[in-house]
């Protein structure tokens, strides 16, 4: 056991990790963009090196995971393989079902941008498929090497925390897949049995840490919050002459915005939120953010854990109670908008305390277009003259959710929010939009640099598909409704050659095309 | 008469093990919750929708469509020529005859050739895609070798050395009616029978799951209305929660 335990030691894990950040640069080659996507021949190992940084105790113990490796740790994972066998239909179903068809495996933007052959959803699912055969199944018992069934030995770990942590969970290999298996789920079922045996990912875990102690990603505090918001409202008043408020724990207000605690600092998603003051303004509904519940993403997904997912979102239900409001509306973020679509009313519902008229929750963009379909804006699509606009669907929202009361509301509603404060505007091709979309490279828990390589190499097809509207109809921006996304492309499209601030968010274009001048 | 036995024994257990291990994994699907309402959208928000999508898959393999037109070609060929070629056997089972099954025979054996056809363009495609052949096990290929040769095996009684036809009715009525009759020592039809039990054996311990497993599929059978309808599932509790605030 001894042996087991020092092979793959956390420190160890580790230190490879840790080491390469001392180490000047990571080195990779961006690959480059060609006339069309092409599938990349089979290239054993090429991402075997790339592993995130390991969870150290002080971000495992707050979620209720061991601190370090534990000694028993191949009994502990199996038990806890069983336990999820047994409590997920999604993940007993997906480990008998696969028959190796092939349909999945050219559909992962990692294995289009990396060639690895692990990065192949069906090659991903194996890697738990073939333990849970050798350990679950009669066929794997009795002949192992026959249905390739393997023990969990420490080498099958290693490979559970490089390749689980080279997913997105972006679910596009289950579109394809004729029995819907999804990958996220088994993905999710891998991160959860690794931080089970003590070796969670740094990123995930020190963030969820943050939520459960502050309340937001970014462990920023209610003062500096409230300070930064201040600051927005006389930017803005400078800007366009009009006092925008953002209210911050304001008691009574009809409606909660929670939005990702990026949209407070970063770019360009402060934009957003601008975007989104003003359509509160002009709308004239009355709405507040809160300091308890200052974050809208939810990385409790990411690590596929019910309990931490569902104490992230309890707080929102709490902010919602404290300050009795009618309505909750998050703001634009991909997974954050799948939790609490899809999995909100599970987790902490009911919300039978809400205004019952509006649904609970509610997408930004859903608020935005009622009002724009009711009249209760004034716009004016000539202010983005200057841009020819692209919009890319997220993931989440494309695949795990809904925008509106109808299927498929999640693609026309952003696109009619682009139209509407925009009059350039093109789609990307067919197979990258809608639900065929590609990741962004960086959803999933992946957005950290110590997955840089990962994240550029991932955005590949991303690239490629916007790299021929720009040249095909001179596209200036490409739009998105996902906090991930925005700081993922910021990073990643240089890499490409293209700016850094092509990224936009909706609301940024809405925010800049509202006509304010008739108010005052 | 001893062959006609060991049949006759093998293809009752054979069937035993075949719906016991099949119920018992069906049982276990139903049984397991879906704690999350996961369906990969744009999905359906009706039961009726529900059923109609599922219909698709099932026999349309929709999705299979927009993920590989090749893999779809074959598989589809390999699935609704077995189907067909199975109706076709109903005639083996059955005293009179039912009269589609008479009016579907002449469509059985095209059926029988397209199985094959699908089932050699699956191989192909497993041995010659890098990327698939890197993702199959000895047991994939093993599978495909195994229903080849039972296609293989059944078109060549049928074009080349034909069986005693009537003897195997005599046997597989005699199975259906616990009415033991003598099984024709024919080299062919052991190796068709034979290959049929194995693969009625494996079939609740392999990969030949997804065929209940489609059903089953969360992405696939859960309606898209969370919003709407809270969805807990048994072991899942509501979170600590302080009275205080």
């Given amino acids: ?520 | 008469m001893l062959l006609g036995s060991i049949f006759a024994i093998l293809f009752y257990l054979a069937t035993v093990i075949f719906l016991v291990g099949l119920g018992e994994r069906i049982l276990r699907y139903s049984r397991t919750p879906a704690p999350l309402v996961i369906p990969t959208t744009p999905a359906p928000t009706t039961r009726t929708g529900v059923c109609a999508r599922i219909f698709r898959e099932v026999v349309f393999f929709e999705s299979l469509f927009k993920g590989s037109k090749w893999s779809w070609l074959f598989g589809w060929l390999f699935h609704f020529g077995m189907l067909v070629a199975l109706m076709r056997h109903l005639r083996y089972f059955t005293e009179p005859v039912w009269s589609w099954v008479i009016l579907i025979q002449w469509a059985g054996v095209y059926a029988g050739i397209a199985m094959f056809l699908g089932l050699a363009g699956l191989w192909l495609r497993r041995l010659m895609v890098d990327r698939i052949r890197y993702i199959s096990a000895p047991s994939d290929h093993l599978m495909l070798a195994l229903l080849l040769a039972i296609a293989g095996s059944g078109l060549a009684m049928k074009y080349g050395q034909h069986t005693d036809i009537v003897s195997v009715k005599a046997f597989a009525l005699g199975l259906v009616r616990f009415d033991w009759q003598p099984l024709p020592s024919d080299g062919l039809l052991i190796l068709h029978l034979s290959f049929v039990l194995v693969l009625m054996l494996i079939f609740p311990f392999s990969k030949l799951l997804h065929a209940p497993g489609v059903f089953f599929s969360p992405t696939r059978n859960m309606r898209d209305t969370p919003r709407e309808h809270r969805h807990v599932a048994p072991w899942a509790n509501d979170p600590p929660r302080s009275s205080s605030e």
């Fill in chain 1, 1 to 520: 056991m001894s042996r087991h335990g020092r092979m793959i030691h956390r420190g160890q894990v580790a230190n490879r990790g840790e080491g390469s950040r001392t180490m000047a640069k990571i080195e990779f080659e961006t690959p480059a963009l060609k006339d069309w996507l092409s599938t990349p021949a089979v290239q054993r190992d090429a991402m075997a090196h790339s592993k995130p940084f390991v969870a150290k105790p002080a971000h495992q113990e707050p979620l209720g995971f061991p601190g370090e490796l534990v000694d028993n740790w191949q009994e502990v994972a199996l038990e806890k393989m069983g336990d999820l066998l047994g409590r997920y239909r999604s993940l007993q179903v997906f480990m008998d079902s696969c028959v190796k068809c092939g349909a999945c495996t050219d559909k992962c933007h990692y294995y289009l941008g990396t060639g690895d052959p692990k990065n192949m959803p069906v090659a991903r699912q194996d890697l738990m498929r073939k333990v849970y055969r050798r350990y679950f199944t009669l066929a794997g018992k009795w002949f192992p090497k026959l249905v390739g069934a393997v023990e969990l030995s420490e080498d099958v770990i290693n490979d559970w925390y490089s390749y689980y942590h080279q997913c997105s969970e972006c679910r596009r290999c289950s579109v394809y897949c004729p029995y819907g298996i999804d990958t996220a789920e088994i993905t999710m079922a891998g991160r959860e049995i690794l931080a089970t045996i003590g070796v969670g990912q740094k990123y995930s875990n020190e963030i969820i840490g943050k939520v459960h102690k502050i309340g937001n990603n970014l462990g920023l505090p209610e003062p500096a919050l409230a300070d930064t918001l201040e600051g927005l409202e006389e930017e803005v008043e400078e800007d366009i002459n009009v006092p925008v408020k953002f209210p911050l724990d304001q008691k009574g207000a009809d409606v909660l915005l929670v939005t990702p605690s990026a949209d407070f600092f970063a770019e360009p998603h402060v934009d957003g939120l601008i975007g989104y003051a003003k359509v509160f303004h002009q709308a004239g509904i009355s709405w507040t953010l809160s300091s308890y519940a200052s974050e809208a993403a939810n990385f409790g997904i990411f690590i596929g854990n019910y309990e931490n997912m569902q104490k992230v979102a309890e707080r929102i239900r709490q902010a919602a109670l404290d300050l009795g409001v009618k309505r909750i509306v998050v703001g634009e973020c991909g997974h954050a908008w799948r939790v609490a679509y899809s999995f909100w009313n599970t987790l902490i519902g009911p919300f039978d305390f809400l205004d019952p008229a509006y649904p609970v929750p509610q997408h930004i963009c859903e608020f935005t277009n009622d009002l724009l379909a009711s009249g209760g804006l004034k716009i004016d699509p000539e202010a983005n003259d200057d841009k020819v606009v692209t919009f890319h669907d997220s993931c989440n929202v494309s695949r795990g959710s809904r925008l509106g009361s109808t299927p498929g509301g999640q693609f026309t509603i952003p696109r009619n929010l682009i139209r509407s404060a925009c009059n350039h505007f093109v789609d990307m091709a067919p197979d990258t939009i809608h639900e065929h979309t590609f990741c962004c490279g960086g959803g999933g828990g992946l957005l950290t640099d110590d997955l840089i390589e990962l994240r550029v190499k991932g955005a590949l097809p991303r690239a490629q598909a916007l790299q021929q509207v720009i040249e095909s109809h001179g596209v200036t921006h490409m739009a998105a409704i996902c906090a991930i996304c925005k700081s993922q492309f910021s990073k990643v499209l240089p890499h490409y050659g293209m700016g850094m601030d092509m990224i936009i968010s909706v609301h940024q274009l809405i925010g800049d095309a509202l006509v304010f001048n008739s108010d005052h």
